[in-house]
């Protein structure tokens, strides 16, 4: 004959209770949470995969901080590199101007101002540091900061007016993806500085200073030189649109990154993160099930052969 052992039963019960318990403790601490498990012992089957998305977050994340640095020194380079070009643009038409019969009133100070207009773009400071200087960073890649002061050098020595290196500075954009990021004044400024040597001597022999109407003379001279103001504005639009490429290339791989980190965090949040609408529905259920077996329990403990006898 079967038998009934009370005690097995209250053991069997106690049993379940305490799973159930343990069941909408876990599922509370879910809730309140949103994550699966606090610990990676909870996430076991999935460990390796999580730990590698979560390097690659990381890298993503390093990366895009790099970026933004980077971003904001290249945008302020091309906005300089603009000012140079419209500097140069700017310088042909009042040679031009100059040129013209009757032209020449104020040339000179024209010029002195472009030339002032254009150290202080090449002197220019991004968070502390000098942007044009290659990798000297700590020194103004100018240093005739006046007219006079490049006038002073002498004709043919105006490569003297910078002080800056000839080292581009680089940066790592992406794993294995290095990117020359750099302009150096002297190499984008040598030209648009040589024509203006030569005008601001030619204005110091000039009768006039190139303050007043030009002579038919000194209008030939400025004639002459407008092959050279040409060769000054190609070669800043040149490095310009080179800068450019490099600048594109920033832009693209910081999206690149972004996309990744989002897809990774999809990833990493299937994983680690609960459906929180299926956890509660799953609590009431435990909640439910513990209700009932407290229930069962109590009847069975109020069980008694005295009722039958």
Request: hydrophobic fraction near 45%; charge should be negative.
């Amino acid at each position: 004959m079967t038998r009934i052992s009370t005690v097995g039963q209250n053991d069997f019960l106690l049993t379940d209770i305490f799973d159930i318990q343990k069941r909408i403790a876990e599922g509370t601490r879910q809730i309140s949470s949103e994550s699966k498990s606090s610990t990676y012992q909870g996430l076991a089957l999935d460990v390796q995969a999580l730990a590698a998305a979560k390097s690659i977050k990381s890298k993503s994340e390093q990366f895009l901080i790099a970026h933004r640095d980077l971003s904001r020194i290249t945008n302020v380079q091309n906005l300089v590199l603009e000012g140079l070009s419209d500097i140069a643009k700017q310088l042909k038409i009042e040679m031009i101007t100059a040129s013209q019969p009757g032209g020449g009133v104020g040339f000179k100070t024209v010029i002195d101002n472009l030339y002032t207009d254009a150290v202080n773009l090449l002197n220019i400071k991004e968070n502390g540091r000098f942007l044009f200087g290659g990798t000297r960073t700590d020194l103004a890649p100018v240093q005739s900061l006046l007219p006079a002061n490049l006038e002073a050098l002498g004709a043919g020595n105006h490569a003297q007016a910078f002080v800056n290196n000839s080292i581009k500075p680089t940066a790592l954009i992406d794993d294995g993806l290095e990117i020359t990021h750099g302009v150096i004044a002297s190499e984008v400024a040598t030209d648009l500085f040589n024509i203006f040597q030569d005008l601001m001597i030619a204005a110091t022999a000039s009768p006039g200073g190139f303050e007043k109407p030009l002579t038919d003379s000194e209008r030939e001279f400025i004639i002459s030189k407008f092959p050279e103001a040409d060769t000054a504005f190609d070669t800043i639009n040149l490095i310009q649109a080179q800068h450019g490429v490099a600048a594109r290339l920033v832009e693209e791989t910081a999206a690149r990154h972004e996309n990744e980190i989002m897809l990774v965090n999809k990833f990493i949040s299937d994983i680690e993160n609960i459906n929180v609408a299926e956890a509660v529905s799953k609590l009431n259920n435990d909640q439910t099930a513990l209700e009932a077996s407290f229930r069962v329990f109590s009847q069975l403990n109020s069980l008694s052969l005295l009722r039958f006898l």
